[in-house]
């Protein structure tokens, strides 16, 4: 039988599924895995290093259809930032349910939990990269070290908050994952609540007159 002479990433995203899930197992080898789908096994190394890289690809792959949709949508751009990231969150998940059967499989593949972990990594990054572009406001507080701080403590929170409803997704067993949906909003809605800067604002105002005021006095 001829080789294909042609192969694209998402060609091996949808191969390395489809045989993750007939089988409930990585291939042994690319090899084996080449063979299996008729192409040769150079062109795997054109995108992907290992199986590992190709995993983190799939995780991101769903990040960036997420993406696509929400730019797609004409009053995406209009939303505020806890508006556009609730609707990330449910056509995150949506995609995710629509794989779902591979999602359990690739985060449940290894006993050790932080193994299963790495296929996150690239989702991660592209994650953060997507909560940076929300322009999520924090208190200012003109020192460049800790407004950095802070906004690096805002995206691990938001990384550990997408993970943490990830494993609520997970173990959801309701119709439709309607738990999940619920779970969503009075989280995303929670956290934004908690950033609420008009207090937080007033609060270090307040504190920057009364130094003030106290050096004056002195």
Not at 7 to 18: A, G, P, V
Not at 116 to 120: H, I, P, T, V, W
């Given at each position: 039988m001829a080789?294909?002479?042609?192969?694209?990433?998402?060609?091996?995203?949808?191969?390395?599924?489809?045989?993750?899930?007939?089988h409930n197992q990585q291939p042994k080898t690319v090899y084996a895995f080449?063979?299996?789908?008729n192409f040769e096994e150079q062109k795997f190394y054109e995108f992907f290093a290992s199986f590992q890289a190709l995993e983190a690809a799939i995780f991101?792959?769903?990040?960036?259809?997420?993406l696509k949709v929400l730019v797609s949508s004409?009053?995406?751009d209009t939303f505020d930032?806890?508006?556009k990231l609730l609707s990330f969150y449910f056509t995150f998940f949506e995609n995710l349910t629509a794989n779902r059967s591979y999602v359990m499989f690739a985060l449940n593949q290894h006993q050790n939990k932080l193994k299963?972990?790495?296929?996150?990594t690239k989702l991660r990054q592209e994650f953060i990269n997507y909560i940076s572009t929300l322009d999520i406001e924090v208190v200012e507080t003109q020192q460049e070290k800790i407004d950095k701080f802070q906004?690096?403590?805002l995206q691990e929170s938001a990384w550990l908050q997408l993970l943490v409803t990830l494993k609520f997704w997970m173990e959801d067993d309701s119709p439709g994952f309607e738990k999940t949906d619920i779970f969503i909003e009075k989280s995303i809605n929670t956290g934004f609540?908690?950033?609420d800067v008009a207090p937080l604002k007033s609060l270090f105002d307040l504190g920057k007159f009364l130094f003030k005021e106290k050096v004056k006095m002195q």
């Open positions: 080789k294909k002479k042609i192969i694209t990433e998402e060609q091996l995203i949808d191969f390395y599924m489809d045989y993750a899930l007939e080449a063979k299996v789908n991101k792959a769903f990040l960036d259809n997420t004409e009053n995406y930032a806890r508006t299963n972990l790495k296929c996150l906004e690096r403590g609540d908690f950033l």
